[in-house]
T-cell receptor, first 113, second 115 residues
Framework: KAGVTQTPRYLIKTRGQQVTLSCSPI?????VSWYQQTPGQGLQFLFE???????NKGNFPGRFSGRQFSNSRSEMNVSTLELGDSALYLC????????????FGSGTRLTVV | AQSVTQLDSQVPVFEEAPVELRCNYS??????LFWYVQYPNQGLQLLLK??????LVKGINGFEAEFNKSQTSFHLRKPSVHISDTAEYFC?????????????FGKGTKLSVIP
């Protein structure tokens, strides 16, 4: 079956713009999480959604937001982009409930110039 | 709060030699433990996970890890590495009781297999 699909794979934006990243989870998975990966800070948790509800949020400014749709697809949005937002953004999906363990997508590489 | 320390940022090893990648964690609650591998320009692939039961966990590609609760460690081992094992490896922990399995990652260990 298809894995976690993230689009686009690469993105270049200008400082001050906003960006929306998309994640389609594995069919049947209801939980979606987002992580930011940078060389300096490593992998950091952004937020998690389960059945369209945000269950948990990491320590990121309000410029970072997300949502989940009824078909479990998720989007994350970053407004007023800063150079430091350049990173690999990874989405991961899970069945949720008592199922433990996430399957990650290949990520979206965002470069802010 | 939880934290993960991967003690080695880089580990060079010769092909067919054994390797151990070290991971220690800190948590005030019971945890689940994971090892992920990341190849260049790709996402994370789950190697293995410890949820409960036997402390020796076997994963994909010949990797295994041992959970040691007293030493709060979860070291990853492989008896004989291959060139294709060259990648970055991440240890991660999550709270087993929270109902939300947010992962806290270590900084990663880059494994370089030398032919």
């Amino acid at each position: 079956k298809a894995g976690v699909t993230q689009t686009p794979r690469y993105l270049i934006k200008t400082r001050g713009q906003q960006v929306t990243l998309s994640c389609s989870p594995i069919s049947g998975h209801r939980s979606v999480s987002w992580y930011q990966q940078t060389p300096g800070q490593g992998l950091q948790f952004l937020f998690e959604y389960f059945s369209e509800t945000q269950r948990n949020k990491g320590n990121f400014p309000g410029r970072f937001s997300g949502r989940q749709f009824s078909n479990s697809r998720s989007e994350m949005n970053v407004s007023t982009l800063e150079l430091g937002d350049s990173a690999l953004y990874l989405c991961a999906s899970s069945l949720g409930g008592d199922s433990v363990g996430y399957t990650f997508g290949s990520g979206t590489r965002l470069t802010v110039v | 709060a939880q934290s993960v320390t991967q003690l080695d940022s880089q580990v060079p090893v010769f092909e067919e030699a054994p390797v151990e990648l070290r991971c220690n964690y800190s948590s005030s609650v019971s945890v689940y433990l994971f090892w992920y591998v990341q190849y260049p320009n790709q996402g994370l692939q789950l190697l293995l996970k410890y949820l409960s039961g036997s402390t020796l966990v076997k994963g994909i590609n010949g990797f295994e890890a041992e959970f040691n609760k007293s030493q709060t460690s979860f070291h990853l081992r492989k008896p004989s590495v291959h060139i294709s094992d060259t990648a970055e490896y991440f240890c991660a922990v999550s709270d087993s009781g929270a109902g939300s399995y947010q992962l806290t990652f270590g900084k990663g260990t880059k494994l370089s297999v030398i032919p």
